[in-house]
């Protein structure tokens, strides 16, 4: 059974990196299957998707427009996991962080979906 | 506001049927597949439909998707209790260099 473990710090001061991790279980960062996202979700700004890292024979990052000048995913192949930095928090980006796998349709060709998700950490920006 | 447009609310009575709808572009639901989540209070979402009409096992066959042009829809049968949820709607967006979009979530109510 495949599971996300997330962990992280729920309190992050204003201007201060954002960090959060997602541990994978029954599954691989590697996996050329499957891409491994972040997606936070806000009163204000409803769900919101961050962005994603995937193997395919090499490295690939997509991140959202939004935050693309302040975020980085990175995977870590040896614990099996995936990371979130987020840099220069304001108290916008206080939110429910949550970590999804990204898996391919088998029933319709060329179709993604996010299947499985974490449980979330509530994150609040505040000094 | 969220790409993806729904109904802020729905409801229905115990054993009705509800659908709840979902409006998007060309760049997102025109080009893609759609994916339907359902989100209990203080849980993560839950995949309920994806590729427009296909269910993950164990999710029961009273629900069903369907996709037609830029819009879709989620139609909930013999509703049940346990049924009352925020359901949420996604499909990538092809515009810039891509994304996962969402609907603002519809908050279904079984009176």
């Known amino acids: 059974q495949v599971q996300l473990q997330q962990s992280g710090p729920g309190l992050v001061k204003p201007s201060q990196t954002l960090s959060l991790t997602c541990a994978i279980s029954?599954?691989?960062?590697?996996?050329?299957?499957?891409?491994w996202n972040w997606i936070r979700q806000s009163p204000s700004r409803g769900l919101e998707w961050l962005g994603r890292?995937?193997?395919?024979?090499?490295?690939?990052?997509d991140y959202a427009v939004s935050v693309k000048s302040r975020i980085t995913i990175n995977p870590d192949t040896s614990k099996n996991q995936f990371s979130l930095q987020l840099n220069s928090v304001t108290p916008e980006d206080t939110a429910v962080y949550y970590c999804?796998?990204?898996?391919?349709?088998?029933?319709?060709?060329?179709?993604?979906?996010?299947?499985?998700w974490g449980r979330g950490t509530l994150v609040t920006v505040s000094s | 506001q969220s790409v993806l447009t729904q109904p802020p609310s729905a409801s229905g009575t115990p054993g009705q049927r509800v659908t709840i709808s979902c409006s998007g572009s060309?760049?997102?639901?025109?080009?893609?597949?759609v994916n339907w989540y359902q989100q209990l209070p203080g849980t993560a979402p839950k995949l309920l439909i994806y590729?427009?009409?296909q269910r993950p096992s164990g999710v029961p066959d009273r629900f069903s998707g369907s996709k037609s042009g830029t819009s879709a829809s989620l139609a909930i049968s013999g509703l049940q209790s346990e049924d009352e949820a925020d359901y949420y709607c996604?499909?990538?967006?092809?515009?810039?260099?891509?994304?996962?979009?969402f609907g603002g979530g519809t908050k279904l109510t079984v009176l």
């Open positions: 890292t995937y193997y395919r024979s090499k490295w690939y990052n």
């Open positions: 060309s760049s997102n639901i025109g080009s893609n597949t």
């Open positions: 996604a499909a990538w967006d092809d515009s810039l260099n891509g994304s996962w979009v």
């Open positions: 590729s427009n009409n």
């Open positions: 029954g599954d691989s960062v590697s996996s050329n299957s499957a891409a």
């Open positions: 999804a796998r990204e898996k391919r349709g088998i029933a319709v060709a060329g179709t993604w979906f996010l299947d499985l």
